[in-house]
């Protein structure tokens, strides 16, 4: 018994080892070619020993449009999840609670603006901007991104309030806590954990989002990864030291704003 617990915790750990190496592998490998030369990359054979440059990083971060981008980028998508947050977790709190015909078909709308595709939302609100003189600007862009944080917050909020335990709640309001007190002090800090990873992949979604910033910006709301992508159009040879980096930065933020939003959350749940 104790051979075969020993076997599959060591299965289990190699398996687990390899699942991480070939998720961690393409992070390293583009990190490692960000700093090199064009010429130690197309080479046939990987070159794992280089002479490492700056030169790439220094060439995204010295054009006006990679800051502009990064600065789009940042108001953009931090106050689209912050919107999305401040009322897409209530009304994920109040549909948990909404057992009811009416409380499902609801929920089934909130998850059917995640079924549109992309195009199909972009084109009618670019008609709507461009008539109301919003196109190509930072407002536009960010009331569209409300909508898809919204939903994602609500969807994958909903489940995490449906699990906290009806007896804590009703312990609550039988010692005179109100709906109010209920929600902040007793259901959101049990269902924090959830929340933030909801929170944490409605960031990342808007974060790499391309087709409709590109559908909806021409030049002054430009985020990060449009930005980005302009790099291949630099000449006829392909800058893969230069797209490296562009890749770099832009996987940067995310996990800023991840240790950030979790060492804001673990004082908070520890008081």
Known sequence: ?????????????????????????????????????????????????????????????????????????????????????????????????????????????????????????????????????????????????VLLTLSTIIWLSIPAFERVPQNIEEAARLDGYGPYAIFFLVALPVAGPSLFGAIIFSFILVWNEFLIALMLTTSEAKTLPIVASEFTLLGRNVPWGILNASVIVLSIPPLIFLGVLSGFLNRMFKK
């Open 1 to 145: 018994m104790a051979n075969r617990i020993t076997f599959g915790s060591i299965s289990a750990r190699v398996v687990l080892a390899c699942v991480v190496i070939f998720a961690v592998f393409p992070v390293v490998w583009t990190l490692l070619n960000s700093f090199k030369e064009v010429v130690d990359i197309v080479t046939p054979t990987p070159k794992l020993f280089f002479t490492p440059t700056l030169e790439n990083f220094r060439y995204v971060f010295e054009r006006p449009s990679v800051r502009l981008g990064l600065s789009n980028s940042g108001i953009i998508v931090f106050s689209a999840v912050a919107l999305g947050a401040l009322f897409g977790i209530p009304a994920a709190y109040a549909l948990a609670h909404m057992k009811s015909r009416v409380g499902d078909e609801i929920k089934f709308f909130v998850l059917s603006l995640r079924f549109l595709p992309p195009v199909a939302v972009a084109i009618p609100l670019m008609s709507i901007y461009l008539d109301l003189g919003l196109y190509d600007t930072r407002l536009s862009l960010t009331m569209t991104y």
